[in-house]
């Protein structure tokens, strides 16, 4: 038995399937994967994602905290509002989590963390806030649901208690009690809502009496692969930096008196092993992890993500392979080695097929 | 419930077994099956004429979430394989006793310990 979200009993009255999921049950899929995969790509889906964790910081240094803790630069939130993807790294560039960061005022920023990485996380934090007296506070009162698809903008107009239909991707804006960022994990156009726990239910049921599919991880994780989205402990984790992990662009080496935590590490770290994109272009199986990967010359890496991609109808994956350009790799599946073309992430952004 | 017909016969492994009037057995997977496999997306079939010794694996099935293999239950020749399932494997999301049989094979072996419908129900029951 694993923790409950606030939404546990909306997911037993759909019928979900529940699978553990970083310590948590959660709802694997509500009817086909792909079925609901469809949904989010063509109208409108939600996701219960409470099971991720909202961490609020407040402090004079807050913001100088964040400039240590994180490899990309919160100086680039100046905007309140505004959300940051980053990577936390450890000294030696390992990946310890990747999360989101919003500016909420000129000493106060919400981040949102992982949930099978929420303690470490927390702890790391918390070790590190105390220097800039920074106090730490983890949101165990909130649920989080993201509604994603070209139509959420229009599904969430009346549905909640603050305007967000002139939301700027990438932004938040809130109140007492909700606060909504246009984001989202789907590559699609979207909204991640955290609300107070006992409020989730309430919303969930107005959603899905506004037609709104409830999404399962199944269909998540499909979804966050064709967007070309990384997947923390299955693309990346502390035995790989962000430069490992094809997050290069989430590094800000500049400005370059900036200390942040692994940057040394990153600097120093000589021939690192790169991420590519692969499409399965002949029939022959599916990518899937684990796989191995041979590129040209030899070298050896292996597939971190693969699945059939409901929206190209082929099989696409995240593989990591010595560095190089490639334009096609052999990947071996049950003993046969098939050709993957090398393709640039995302696979799929907003309903269109770019590979 | 997982639809279980009567006039076939059932493996451990999750194959239906069906006993032609030539003597001929064909090959599937059940109801029960394909459920929890998920969305069918390709099935690697035997190649023709192949011998195949019963309990070794001769179909590959993937959905998107997983891949399964699908076993002989005796020894014997490929005499036939279901190609529409090539271009059509969600056939054996929607057709599993039917339209996506999977393979014919020709043996001298006799069929025994294999499950009838109500032995196959329980063994599915206890499964879950």
């Given at each position: 038995m694993g923790k409950k979200t606030y939404l546990y009993n909306n997911h037993l009255k759909l019928n979900a399937k529940i699978v553990d999921f970083g310590g948590w049950d959660m709802p694997l899929n509500y009817c086909s994967q792909v079925t609901e995969h469809h949904q989010v790509r063509k109208s409108a889906g939600m996701f219960d994602v409470s099971h991720m964790t909202v961490v609020d910081l407040e402090g004079e240094k807050a913001r100088d905290l964040l400039a240590y803790l994180l490899a990309n630069d919160i100086a680039r939130l100046k905007n309140i509002g505004k959300a940051l993807y980053s990577c936390m790294l450890n000294e030696n560039g390992g990946v310890i989590d990747d999360l989101i960061v919003?500016?909420?005022?000129?000493?106060?920023?919400?981040?949102?963390?992982?949930?099978?990485t929420t303690e470490k996380d927390v702890a790391w934090i918390t070790k590190h806030a105390t220097d800039f007296k920074v106090d730490v506070k983890q949101r165990d009162d909130l649920a989080m649901i993201a509604v994603q698809g070209p139509l959420a903008r229009e599904k969430v107009r009346s549905?909640?208690?603050?305007?967000?239909?002139?939301?700027?991707?990438?932004?938040?804006?809130?109140?007492?009690?909700?606060?909504?960022?246009?984001?989202?994990?789907?590559?699609?156009?979207?909204?991640?809502?955290?609300?107070?726990?006992?409020?989730?239910?309430e919303l969930w049921e107005a959603l899905l009496a506004a037609?709104?599919?409830?999404?399962?991880?199944?269909?998540?994780?499909?979804?966050?692969?064709?967007?070309?989205?990384?997947?923390?402990?299955?693309?990346?984790?502390?035995?790989?930096?962000?430069?490992?992990?094809?997050?290069?662009?989430?590094?800000?080496?500049?400005?370059?008196?900036?200390?942040?935590?692994?940057?040394?590490?990153l600097e120093t770290s000589a021939d690192h092993d790169i991420m590519i994109a692969l499409v399965l272009e002949q029939k022959g199986g599916v990518l899937r992890g684990h796989q191995t990967v041979t590129v040209e010359g030899g070298g050896i890496g292996q597939i971190t993500s693969g699945t059939f991609s409901p929206t190209i109808g082929k099989s696409i994956a995240f593989a990591r392979v010595p560095a190089?350009?490639?334009?096609?790799?052999?990947?071996?599946?049950?003993?046969?080695?098939?050709?993957?073309?090398?393709v640039k992430p995302p696979f799929v952004r907003n309903g269109k097929i770019f590979v | 419930?997982?639809?279980?017909?009567?006039?076939?016969?059932?493996?451990k492994t999750h194959e239906w077994v069906r006993v032609e009037d030539d003597d001929t057995?064909?090959?599937?997977?059940?109801?029960?099956?394909?459920?929890?496999?998920?969305?069918?997306?390709?099935?690697?079939?035997?190649?023709?004429?192949?011998?195949?010794?019963?309990?070794?694996?001769?179909?590959?099935?993937?959905?998107v979430k997983a891949a399964g293999d699908v076993y002989s239950p005796l020894?014997?020749?490929?005499?036939?394989?279901?190609?529409?399932?090539?271009?059509?494997?969600?056939?054996?999301?929607?057709?599993?006793?039917?339209?996506?049989?999977?393979?014919?094979?020709?043996?001298?072996?006799?069929?025994?310990?294999?499950?009838?419908?109500?032995?196959?129900?329980?063994h599915t029951s206890h499964e879950e």
């Open positions: 919003y500016l909420v005022s000129d000493t106060q920023f919400r981040v949102v963390v992982n949930a099978a549905l909640l208690p603050i305007d967000v239909q002139e939301l700027a991707p990438f932004y938040a804006t809130w109140n007492d009690e909700f606060f909504v960022g246009r984001t989202g994990y789907t590559g699609e156009d979207g909204f991640e809502i955290i609300l107070p726990g006992e409020k989730a239910p037609d709104v599919a409830p999404i399962g991880l199944a269909a998540r994780d499909t979804l966050r692969l064709e967007a070309g989205m990384n997947l923390y402990g299955i693309d990346m984790d502390e035995n790989y930096s962000p430069l490992e992990s094809g997050l290069s662009w989430t590094v800000a080496f500049k400005p370059e008196n900036r200390d942040f935590i692994g940057r040394k590490a190089g350009k490639y334009e096609q790799v052999l990947v071996t599946i049950r003993n046969k080695q098939l050709v993957a073309k090398v | 419930m997982n639809n279980i017909p009567q006039e076939l016969k059932y493996t057995v064909t090959v599937g997977i059940t109801d029960h099956a394909q459920e929890r496999l998920g969305d069918i997306v390709f099935i690697e079939l035997p190649e023709l004429n192949n011998q195949v010794t019963a309990g070794t694996e001769v179909v590959v099935i993937e959905s020894s014997g020749e490929i005499i036939a394989i279901n190609q529409s399932l090539n271009d059509s494997p969600e056939l054996a999301n929607s057709s599993p006793y039917e339209e996506a049989w999977l393979f014919k094979i020709k043996s001298s072996e006799v069929l025994d310990n294999l499950m009838n419908a109500e032995q196959y129900a329980i």
